[in-house]
């Protein structure tokens, strides 16, 4: 130690101290923390102006002996050096352990990831919704189309009339005419030519076939004979037999 020294002695650096037990300069700066821990005093070896520590041969001596002990008897480097320093367990100065807390940022608690999940199954159902009101938008557009389709189509194709026309009371009975009978198909056709008429020619031939009837109204009571003209006998009915009215 350092206080037992005289000034005149010779004192080692710590590369010189290493090359002389036969160890590395890491490995005595290990050895010389561990025996300041042991016996307590930090500044147990002497120091220089720049903090380096130098040892004195009774130094090296105890440094040489706890090097061999520690390799040879199995105990650890504090419990050799607390044989070679001489220093109980109860005179070392206890080391404070500090406890290392890890609270890694990267992991939520419960709450965060309850309040996570109920935000992602939030936003999905808001998502589904507006996926709903489009498909209802998009069946409606289809079907406002396809109307227009259909409408389209019954504009382009002719109009059948055939059913309405043939729907029509027969007048033919109202017509004095010595012609055949026309058969539907004539009729058709008929009332076809007449739809592509104007005005002025259905009323002109309107005109023209009440004349014509006229006439042939008129001919028809001039042929008309005396016994045609007669009232018709008065029958007698049976009971009248009877009774004798």
Known sequence: MTTN????????????????????????????LIVERVTGKADYFARTKQKARLYHQKDIDDLKAF?????????????????????????????????TEYTPQDVMDTQQVVKLLNTLQKTISNQNEAISSLQKQLNVIQKQNEDLIKAQKQLAAPKDNTDKIEALPDISGIVLDDKKPKDPEEKCEEVKEDMHKSQAEMHDEIISKAKENAKKRATANVHRTLEDMQLPEQ???????IFKF
């Open 67 to 99: 090097h061999r002990l520690s390799k040879n008897s199995g105990l650890t480097l504090q419990e050799a050096a607390r044989q070679i320093y001489a220093v109980s367990e109860k005179d070392e100065t206890p080391v404070a352990k500090t406890k």
């Open 235 to 241: 029958k007698e009915h049976w009971w009248q037999r």
């Open 5 to 32: 020294k005289h000034d005149f002695e010779e004192l080692a650096a710590p590369k010189a101290a290493a090359k002389e037990l036969g160890i590395s300069v890491a490995t005595l700066r290990k050895y010389s």
